[in-house]
């Protein structure tokens, strides 16, 4: 029941940027060009955690963004799902922008978000990585990809909260922790290019699991088939920029 009053009382009634507090607007241009996928590209935490797939990112977690993402997810701004699915797509797109599902040319991208445990999507109204990937898929879909989202992950058994683990403690509480749901394959059949989505990637530990349950399913098989991974945000020093060498 808390999810579909927030969203009508984030259309109707007046609100400030959740990134800057600027008055009367839900996202100012300020924050949205933040989240416009300026800086997107590679990223990689350290040390990166065995198994982790090739993972982009459109902007930096820090600031307007971080304000953004926490309202949405903790504080019930549903309407910013937009504004972040947005970001999102541009990450899954990454070096493929114009049409093509991302490198290595056009075809379906199948989006599975990451999971939240049961009891965090009843306290919080709502699964913010699942909404944010429905707003990516749709904002791909009128760019011309065939985007869909396929939510295919789940938890099997109970971890802890992750806040205040270190990259080790994370690995070990999620280690084993995450599984693809009977029927799946149906969903993802041979050949698919498998986008693994969340909005925010810090040491990596939750993609990487995210990964080995797709991969001991067996869905990343068959021509074609591929798998990576694309959030909205991620720590400025995870990104991997290439150095370029002067012209002499």
């Known amino acids: 029941m808390r999810g579909w009053w927030q969203e009508l009382a984030g259309l109707v009634l007046p609100v400030d940027c959740a990134g800057c507090g600027a008055v009367r607007v839900l996202v100012c241009a300020e924050c949205r060009d933040e989240l416009s996928g300026a800086v997107e590209g590679p990223v990689r935490p350290s040390p990166r955690p065995a ?11 820090e600031g307007a ?14 309407p ?29 991208v199948v989006l599975v978000p ?9 306290a919080r109204g709502h699964d913010p990585a699942r909404r944010i990937a429905l ?5 791909l879909r009128r760019a011309g990809v065939r985007a869909r989202v396929a939510p295919v992950l789940g938890l099997r058994r109970a971890v802890a909260d992750q806040a205040g683990l270190g990259a080790r403690q994370r690995r070990e509480n999620l280690a084993g922790a995450l599984a693809v749901r009977r029927g799946a394959r149906g969903l ?5 290019r498998i986008v693994l989505v969340d909005d925010l990637v810090t040491t990596g530990a939750t993609l990487a699991e995210a990964a080995r349950a797709v991969r001991a399913a067996g869905l990343v098989t068959g021509p074609g088939a591929a798998l990576r991974a694309a959030v909205v945000a991620a720590p400025a020093d995870s ?10």
Do not use: D, M, N, W
């Not at 198994?51 to 977690?61: I, S, T």
């Not at 799902?81 to 040319?105: E, F, H, K, Q, T």
């Open 65 to 78: 963004v971080r304000s953004l993402l926490l309202a949405h997810k903790e504080r019930g701004a549903l």
């Open 114 to 122: 990451v999971p939240s445990a049961r009891r965090q999507v009843r």
């Open 80 to 108: 910013l799902a937009g504004v972040l699915g947005a970001a999102l797509a541009v990450a899954v797109v990454g070096g493929g922008r114009g049409g093509a599902a991302g490198p290595g040319g056009a075809g379906e």
């Open 188 to 192: 993802l059949p041979g050949g698919t």
């Open 135 to 139: 707003a990516a898929a749709g904002r």
């Open 51 to 61: 198994g982790l797939p090739v993972v982009r990112a459109a902007a930096v977690y």
């Open 239 to 248: 990104f991997r920029r290439i150095e370029r060498v002067p012209r002499v």
